[in-house]
């Protein structure tokens, strides 16, 4: 786990962060508020009182999006700064614990049918349980995590397709993990900019602090380094290439 000082330093990059895309994407986009801006930011995890998805809001961060509309100058946020480096501080280590919604030790985890997909595709989520390290450079583990998502979705809800749709769907390490049907069933990236880690993921490293080289990204261009895609195949075809893989 992150030590106190360590969090604490992820507060304020995540402050500068997220002060500087609010006011960058405002100018590309000045049809926006700032305060709409302010809800695509990382303070909904950053604060968040447990470490659940979604979290609670915090009131802070209603406090944050109000002063973004009323204020004109980035400077102006400043007298915040503190307040939030104090919260960050004052509910350390709850946000970071394992998350409650996940089986202990695993990384994946999949989702009740979605009457909105077709009913036998496993909707499954994706979250670092290995912090510091990367899920995504142990690959007999991942195997071990899509192996057990597909053989309980199957027995319990008769899935036979995995689903998801997330950032990882535009990374060539993730890809690596699945057949050339998931790669042909990929949609368009999807370039819009929304407030959940499915799409802001990209800004947090392995060890659950910023990831300067992906923010420093979307800073200079306005658009994300890695876009949403959904993608879909089926268990047997995943369960092949695991094999074709040797894991």
């Known amino acids: 786990m992150k030590t106190l000082e360590e969090h604490l330093q992820f507060a304020d990059d995540c402050f500068t962060f997220s002060m500087r895309f609010v006011w960058d994407q405002q100018r590309r986009h000045p049809e926006k508020s700032r305060k709409e801006l302010m809800g695509l930011t990382l303070f909904h995890y950053l604060l968040r009182q447990v470490p659940t998805e979604p979290p609670d809001k915090d009131p802070l961060e209603f406090e944050l999006a109000e002063l973004a509309d009323k204020v004109e100058k980035i400077e102006d946020m400043e007298v915040l700064r503190k307040p939030v480096i104090d919260r960050v501080r004052e509910i350390y280590p709850n946000t970071l614990g394992p998350q409650s919604i996940f089986e202990p030790g695993r990384c994946l985890r999949y989702d009740r049918p979605h009457y909105d997909l077709p009913g036998k595709w496993c909707v499954f989520h994706i979250y670092n349980a290995k912090a510091p390290e990367s899920i995504l450079d142990d690959k007999a583990y991942m195997a071990d995590n899509f192996r057990f998502i597909m053989d309980e979705g199957e027995k319990n809800f008769g899935y036979d397709h995995l689903y998801t749709f997330t950032w990882l769907n535009s990374l060539p390490q993730w890809l690596e993990f699945f057949p050339q049907?998931?790669?042909?069933?990929?949609?368009?990236?999807?370039?819009?900019?929304?407030?959940?880690?499915?799409?802001?993921?990209?800004?947090?490293?392995?060890?659950?602090?910023?990831?300067?080289?992906?923010?420093?990204?979307?800073?200079?261009?306005?658009?994300?380094?890695?876009?949403?895609?959904?993608?879909?195949?089926?268990?047997?075809?995943?369960?092949?290439?695991?094999?074709?893989m040797g894991l």
């Not at 993921?201 to 658009?223: C, D, V």
Request: proline share 3%; net charge positive; hydrophobic share 30%.
């Open 181 to 244: 049907e998931w790669h042909d069933n990929r949609g368009f990236p999807y370039p819009g900019i929304v407030g959940n880690l499915g799409c802001l993921g990209q800004f947090i490293n392995s060890r659950g602090n910023l990831n300067h080289k992906n923010a420093e990204y979307l800073l200079e261009t306005g658009t994300l380094k890695y876009a949403r895609r959904a993608s879909f195949c089926s268990f047997d075809a995943m369960r092949k290439h695991l094999e074709k």
